[in-house]
């Protein structure tokens, strides 16, 4: 008889956007004149940019023709994307050796990927609220999961406590759902636990496109010593708006040894024989990014939901609430008003502004009484939805 994972039985139905879009298509059926505004999705919105498609079109024309046509490609990636990306990280000053760099069909996919090169004995530590893939995918594999706890008193970056013993620890910044960023001091803080514990670190840089202020760092590798104890796992989804169409880095420096292992061969080996690369389609495509026009082109974009973002920031300044993100994220995360919980302000905002965003306790315990809105709207929509706010929760 074959048995199945019964770790699956323990992972939590995410009920979240299912909820979310339950509460919102019911409004709209019993309110069919209403303009239902929008602010809770994670997805971009805006097109891929011309560069982008140019090298897409050529990835699409060299499979035509016998002499360009390309078959499987190196499973790790093409080497002219990886050394686009090794360039990338130099203007961050961070020195990278190319095959220390995977280019992957996501950050998502990595992600839960990793952990089949660690044991599932490990003891992992993820912050409350966040990202939940990372609870999900260790609970796939039955292992232990700690919490740290990230609140309005710590800003919600939570900070190393060393009466805990973590094997892996995830850390997200700029943060889903909170936008919160790590300092260089409080990421030094973390790199220092890490080595002193003989702990590794996944890093998830997804949202670094996002941190215009150069002291704040966008690689974890920017802090000395973290090569030799955190992975960094990174997009082109909210760089290039590449959601739809995949493409993403998972960084394991050759540094990083655990149990007289290099991590990197383990990971080199588990992708070889489980990944059969990214299209050359999409690669040629995600290279073009770092080309003089495509940074151009993407900062177009990122500038684009940067607005959107200080005009929900600014609404919440005028009204007084507390907040943290949107200046170096696409999302921010407030106090609901008036000490309502996160889904009693979700039916409010939506019956008093018509506006859709999402709960914080979808995203853990510590989200509750916190709601994300997020910048990837169109101006229009965003201007509106923050008078509609302003003008229902101004006291
Ligand atoms: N990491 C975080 C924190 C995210 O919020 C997301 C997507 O929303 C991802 C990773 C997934 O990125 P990708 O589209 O590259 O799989």
Not at 79 to 105: N, P, R
Not at 316 to 336: E, N, Q, T
Not at 377 to 386: C, F, Q, V
Request: hydrophobic share 35%; proline share 4%; net charge negative.
């Amino acid at each position: 008889m074959a048995h199945i994972n019964s770790n699956y039985l323990n992972i939590k139905e995410s009920y979240l956007f299912s909820e979310v879009a339950k509460r919102a298509n019911a409004y709209k059926a019993e309110h069919p004149e209403a303009d239902v505004i929008r602010l809770g999705i994670g997805d971009v919105t805006r097109p891929l940019c011309p560069t982008v498609i140019d090298a897409l079109h050529e990835g699409v024309d060299a499979m035509a023709a016998t002499e360009t046509f390309k078959g499987y490609g190196p499973e790790q990636g093409y080497d002219f994307i990886k050394e686009s990306l090794k360039a990338y990280y130099a203007e961050k000053g961070v020195d990278l050796d190319k095959d220390e760099i995977f280019i992957s069909d996501g950050a998502k996919s990595d992600l839960g990927n990793i952990l089949d090169i660690f044991s599932k004995d490990n003891l992992v530590l993820v912050p409350d609220p966040v990202y939940p893939v990372y609870v999900d995918t260790n609970t796939m594999d039955g292992r232990e999961i700690a919490y740290l706890e990230a609140n309005e008193a710590n800003g919600f970056l939570p900070m190393p406590n060393y009466d805990i013993k973590a094997d892996l620890i995830y850390l997200c910044s700029p943060n889903n759902p909170t936008g919160a960023v790590y300092n260089r001091e409080q990421l030094a803080e973390w790199v220092k636990y890490a080595n002193d514990n003989n702990s590794v670190i996944f890093f998830d840089a997804a949202y670094e496109c996002f941190v215009s202020d150069p002291s704040l760092p966008r690689s974890i590798y920017e802090i000395e010593g973290a090569k030799t104890c955190a992975i960094e796992f990174c997009s082109f989804s909210k760089t290039a708006g590449f959601t739809g169409t995949r493409c993403g880095y998972t960084v394991v420096p050759f540094d990083l040894i655990r149990d007289d292992c290099v991590v990197n061969k383990f990971w080199l080996r588990r992708q070889t024989t489980k990944f059969n690369g990214v299209s050359y389609i999409t690669q040629k495509g995600a290279a073009a990014v770092f080309t003089e026009e495509g940074k151009k082109q993407i900062a177009e974009n990122i500038d684009y939901y940067k607005q959107n973002a200080k005009t929900i920031t600014e609404t919440l300044d005028r009204l007084g609430i507390w907040y943290c993100g949107g200046k170096h994220s696409p999302y921010i995360w407030f106090k609901c008003p008036d000490n309502m919980g996160s889904w009693e302000f979700f039916d409010a905002l939506l019956e008093k502004a018509n506006v859709v965003g999402t709960p914080g306790e979808g995203f853990g315990e510590n989200g509750k009484g916190y709601f994300r809105l997020t910048s990837f709207s169109t101006h229009e929509n965003t201007i509106e939805a923050m008078k509609r706010f302003e003008k229902a929760f101004s006291k």
